[in-house]
T-cell receptor
Framework: DQQVKQNSPSLSVQEGRISILNCDYT??????FLWYKKYPAEGPTFLIS?????DKNEDGRFTVFLNKSAKHLSLHIVPSQPGDSAVYFC??????????????FGQGTRLTINP | EAQVTQNPRYLITVTGKKLTVTCSQN?????MSWYRQDPGLGLRQIYY???????DKGDVPEGYKVSRKEKRNFPLILESPSPNQTSLYFC?????????FGPGTRLTVL
């Protein structure tokens, strides 16, 4: 049972435009969400996170939106740059119950930024 | 430089031949974890450790063992590898929920 789902295996966006990556979850106990970025032959690197007490968190070109009622979060990248081409993983944890360290990951979305 | 290191980076082995993948971190993190990444499944947690001598099963622990005898090291042991353990493995460490990942070990079991 996939508790965190990224339904789009791939996404192609023009350089300079907005990239929107989506993630859905089923476990209502999740209270902390993260996005990781992964380049080939490297480990995932932390990008941005959001607590369930917020509905938006912004860091430079990256913004994460959380819709708790829909159990949905999204990552917006504006403007998209060629270096953003990577696989993006959504992850969630139920910090109050299991601690911050127990992460559940989605399947990943491969983002390609075209010049 | 703060980092998580894994060795080896690539390994091809045969069914049943015991192997160990090492993981070391220099950030003095209490928490360490092992994941495997498979196509269409994302990263799945194998084992984790909250501190020295404290380990627990993740979501897919079958066929794996771990130990945490010192804070910086968290080796992953496959006592009798099988082809279904062919995968990309990542070690991670953290203190406050944000996990920092190693570069990965690509394991092929023939």
């Amino acid at each position: 049972d996939q508790q965190v789902k990224q339904n789009s295996p791939s996404l192609s966006v023009q350089e300079g435009r907005i990239s929107i990556l989506n993630c859905d979850y089923t476990n209502s106990m999740f209270d902390y969400f993260l996005w990781y970025k992964k380049y080939p032959a490297e480990g995932p690197t932390f990008l941005i996170s959001i607590s369930s007490i917020k509905d938006k968190n912004e860091d430079g070109r990256f913004t994460v939106f959380l819709n708790k009622s829909a159990k949905h979060l999204s990552l917006h990248i504006v403007p998209s740059q060629p270096g953003d081409s990577a696989v993006y993983f959504c992850a969630a944890s139920a910090r109050e119950i299991q601690g911050a360290q127990k992460l559940v990951f989605g399947q990943g979305t491969r983002l390609t930024i075209n010049p | 430089e703060a980092q998580v290191t894994q060795n080896p980076r690539y390994l091809i082995t045969v069914t049943g031949k015991k192997l160990t993948v090492t993981c070391s971190q220099n950030m003095n993190h209490e928490y360490m974890s092992w994941y495997r990444q498979d196509p269409g499944l994302g990263l799945r947690q194998i084992y984790y450790s909250m501190n020295v001598e404290v380990t627990d099963k993740g979501d897919v622990p079958e066929g794996y063992k771990v130990s945490r005898k010192e804070k910086r090291n968290f080796p992953l042991i496959l006592e009798s590898p099988s082809p279904n353990q062919t995968s990309l493995y990542f070690c991670a460490s953290s203190t406050r929920g944000t996990q920092y990942f190693g570069p990965g070990t690509r394991l092929t079991v023939l």
